[in-house]
């Protein structure tokens, strides 16, 4: 037989060993490399699976979990993550797959770093305090309930932070806080960023701003809530849901905050419950204010909706002031105030990302329960021939993405 003929065969059969190998790895077996070809390697990094047991791969779960309040009050610098990576089974930090969330704490009078390595978008929000942080993009201030965003700035300009251990690569914020507020002895901050992401895809931003930064003072944000009438002009029924979704001009699709990060700043009257909805986001919810007496506010969450509307086995969430509690993707959530305060919720989501791919799925009580008392199961994300398009009944917020002068405009 001519060599190259020989070659050839000893491939052939190689592959075929390869092959046959490769189907045990049915049930986990390695495929083996008899002769060190290329071809063969590759292979050895691949299995086949029969589709029917592994189309649904049993992954693990996003919790729910509560990041009580004392995390940030603890008078000292300091950043804390609200790490869930071993519940979610990664090897870098995450609170959810795709997000990442921390409480910074910064003693008045003092500064404080925090970085990451690779994220296209950083939001936060002031918990408590008075103070500024110094950004690759310029200053800014910032007092209680206000919130900015920071876009990938790319690596071209210097850092603005000094050698710390906290700091990483040029994506760094310099805090400094001023005054505690209300006789605190430190400022608070909730950073939420998309690094686990990016560290799954084991990618990093370009360095086109994908968004500008923008800041959305809390003052601002507030009065245009109260501004929603708190009766439905249509039906007259009193709302259970009053909020303002916060936008950046780049997402004029998806109305979110960035092209990854979702926020709303949501209200709930006494005596008000707001009714169950789902997402295919993950939602990361900061009360903003718990409502008053303590435990008078809280979440009802489940996997499951039975046809009249009531979630399955529901899990209860009390609300506190300053605390995040996880709300899982695809579970059944709803609000409710049995105080005598009006109470404030701002939940951050991958939903920008959902909404993107079209796959958020937003569903609420009343459609769903009629659809399952009529036995039709929906299949599609968006009800899009159904969908009502409804006037603006308070107002919109313009942060200079139009004119260099920041109002609010009501109508």
Partial sequence: MHLSNLKLAVRLASALLCSQRGAAGLVGEAAVCVDGSMNCEWQAGGSMLEYTANAN???????????????????????VPLDLSKALGLNYMATAPNLLASFIEVKAGETFETGVEHATSQSFYVIRGQGSSLTRAGLVEWSEGDLFVLPYLGDDSPSVCHSSPAVIGRQCVRHACTDGGGGAGSCALYLVHDEPLLRYLGARPVDTRRFEPALYPGKAMRETVEGIAPVDAETGEVRNRRGILLSSASSHQTKTLTPTLWSLLNSIGPGATQPPHRHNSVALDLAVN??????????????????????????????VSGAVFVTPPGWWHSHHNEGNDTAWVLPMQ?????????TLDIRFQAEEAARLQSGINRGATMDQDDREVKPLVAGTLMFGHTTPVCETVTA
């Fill in 57 to 79: 791969p049993q992954m693990s779960e996003v919790p729910v979990r509560i990041f009580p309040s004392v995390l940030h009050e603890t008078g000292k610098t300091q950043l």
């Fill in 350 to 358: 991958d939903a920008g990302l959902y909404t993107h791919q079209r």
């Fill in 290 to 319: 718990g409502g008053f007496p303590k435990g008078s506010v809280y979440t009802l969450l489940g996997r499951e909706l039975d046809s009249a509307g009531n979630i399955v086995k529901p899990v209860k969430v009390e609300w």
